[in-house]
Structures are given as C-alpha cells and as structure tokens.
C-alpha cells in the first residue's frame, strides 16, 4: 500500500483532521492545528476562507460517507527518536462509532509500516456524549 502524500507534509506536533474513505484512503487537510486551536474549535486558524471541517477532505468524492473520521497528532520520541501518532475518531460532521478508529489504526500501520504500540488512540463516544448532555 502506497503512503498517502498528506503524511510527506505533516508538521510534527500539530494536529490535523482526517477521514478514511471507503476505499480505504486516509485524506488529511494540510492545515495544522496547534492543541489550543483544537481545544477552542478549529475557529482561528481558516483553511482558506473557512474553518476547516472533515467534509472539505471530501470535495473529489460524490458522496459524503466515511469509514472513519477524527484528528489526528504526529509526534517523534525525543529519546528514541521513534515516529508516534495519537488519534481519534471526534467528527461533529459524521459523528464516527468507537469501533471506527480501529480502521483508522489498520491503515496507518499500512502505509506507514509503523508498529502497533507506536499508535495510540483516544476514542470518542458520540452517543454516550448526548445522553450525558440529555441528562443535565
């Protein structure tokens, strides 16, 4: 399986959103997030002119459907020098299932042919989010 080009311009420690299509493509908008812009909601740092959001990945695609879809970090081990990458499958858009990441997690060791306990995932549970907020 061929690397995806987007992972040729990945900027160390900064996040990035993604999607995984279902032809098993991993498309990553280039435009990095730092953690605060995350925090805050992608809001102050346009792709363009607008705020990047998971459907601009799908702009060549005839459908807006998805296997998977989050953010996601690279980073490097300062003492092993290793390549890290943390992800998650939060889409407001398409509100991906917990079990997707692992999708997300298959493909990246593909094409990266990076082991398995150098990806590490933090999954996030759509439904569980709304009943909480019901609730209040």
């Known amino acids: 399986m061929d690397m995806p080009e987007q992972f040729n311009n990945i900027k160390i ?13 991993i498309l990553i908008l280039d435009s990095p997030q730092t953690t605060t ?10 792709w363009g002119d607008v705020q990047p959001e998971h459907p601009l990945l799908l702009c060549d695609y005839e459908n807006l459907i998805v296997k998977s879809a989050g ?4 980073t490097n081990d300062k003492v092993s020098d290793d ?15 917990v079990s997707s990441i692992k999708i997300t997690k298959t493909l990246i060791k593909k094409y990266l042919n990076i082991l398995d306990d150098k990806i590490h995932t933090i999954p996030f549970d759509f439904e569980d989010s709304f009943k909480k907020k019901k609730q209040v």
């Open 83 to 97: 390549m890290h990458i943390l992800i998650n499958n939060k889409s407001g858009h398409f509100k991906p299932n």
């Open 37 to 46: 812009e995350l925090i805050t909601g992608r809001k102050n740092n346009l």
């Open 13 to 25: 420690n900064n996040w990035y959103i993604y999607v995984t299509t279902l032809d098993d493509k």
């Open 71 to 74: 953010e996601m970090l690279v």
